[in-house]
C-alpha cells in the first residue's frame, strides 16, 4: 500500500513567519511530488511541483525534495493570513498504469494577524 | 483561459436512485481523473482516462459506478442505485499526458438522503 504522510495540525503561526509543512512517501520510485492548497469548501490548487532533488523557489514558496530519505517539504515565507487552508501533499504512483496522485490527508495551517 | 468545469456542483438524490456527473477538462489536456473526497478524508483516485480510454478500472469503489469519456473531451461518471456511503465531494482532474500536474475543477458535492 502506497503511502503520503502528514501531519495532520493544525499548525498555527504569526502572520509574517516562515510556515513549514512537511510530507514523507513510502515508495522509493515516486518521481513527481505536488503541493496543492485547498480552502474549505473548495478544489485543491496547485501551488509547486518538485521533479528533482533539492529546493524550488516560486515566490514565497520553496518547494524541498530529498529522494533519499522520502521526504518532501513546502516552506511558506512572510506567512499571510490568506495562506490559511489545508495544505496537500501529492506523489504521482508510476507503480501502476494511470499516473495518478496519491494524496496525504493534508496539514491545516492557521496564519494568525 | 477556461479551466476545468464540472457539473451540477450540488447534487441531492434519494438512496436508491441513479446520478450522473460531469467533467469537462481543460481544452487539449488528454489526461483526465476521477477523485472522490469525503468528509474529513483525503482524495481518493478512482479512475483515469488517457483519450477515451480507462486502462484499469481497478479504482472504482464498487460495479455501481462507471465512467465514460468521449470525444477525448467530456467525461461522465455515473452511480447507480446510490447509496447514503457515496456521499462525498467528486473531483474531476485533467493534464497533458506524462509526469505532469493536474488541475482540479470545482467538484461536485453529492448527498444522498
Known amino acids: 500500500q502506497k503511502e503520503v504522510e502528514q501531519n495532520s495540525g493544525p499548525l498555527s503561526v504569526p502572520e509574517g513567519a516562515i510556515a513549514s509543512l512537511n510530507c514523507t512517501y513510502s515508495d522509493q520510485g515516486s518521481q513527481s511530488f505536488f503541493w496543492y492548497r485547498q480552502y474549505s469548501g473548495k478544489s485543491p490548487e496547485l501551488i509547486m511541483f518538485?521533479?528533482?532533488?533539492g529546493d524550488k523557489e516560486d515566490g514565497r514558496f520553496t518547494a524541498q525534495l530529498n529522494k533519499a530519505s522520502q521526504y518532501v517539504s513546502l516552506l511558506i515565507r512572510d506567512s499571510q493570513p490568506s495562506d490559511s487552508a489545508t495544505y496537500l501533499c501529492?506523489?504521482?504512483?508510476?507503480?501502476?498504469?494511470?499516473?495518478?496522485?496519491?494524496f496525504g490527508k493534508g496539514t491545516k495551517l492557521s496564519v494568525k494577524p | 483561459g477556461a479551466g476545468v468545469s464540472q457539473s451540477p456542483s450540488n447534487k441531492v438524490t434519494e438512496k436508491g436512485k441513479d446520478v450522473e456527473l460531469r467533467c469537462d477538462p481543460i481544452?487539449?489536456?488528454?489526461?483526465l481523473y476521477w477523485y472522490r473526497q469525503s468528509l474529513g478524508q483525503g482524495l481518493e483516485f478512482l479512475i483515469y482516462?488517457?483519450?477515451?480510454?480507462?486502462?484499469?478500472k481497478s479504482g472504482l469503489p464498487s460495479d455501481r459506478f462507471s465512467a465514460e469519456r468521449t470525444g477525448g473531451s467530456v467525461s461522465t461518471l455515473t452511480i447507480q442505485r446510490t447509496q447514503q456511503e457515496d456521499s462525498a465531494v467528486y473531483l474531476c482532474?485533467?493534464?497533458?499526458?506524462?509526469?505532469?500536474?493536474?488541475?482540479f475543477g470545482p467538484g461536485t458535492r453529492l448527498t444522498v438522503t
Open positions: 482516462f488517457q483519450g477515451n480510454s480507462a486502462p484499469d
Open positions: 482532474a485533467s493534464g497533458v499526458a506524462g509526469p505532469s500536474e493536474q488541475y
Open positions: 481544452s487539449g489536456h488528454t489526461a
Open positions: 518538485i521533479y528533482s532533488n
Open positions: 501529492a506523489v504521482r504512483d508510476y507503480g501502476g498504469s494511470q499516473g495518478n496522485l496519491i
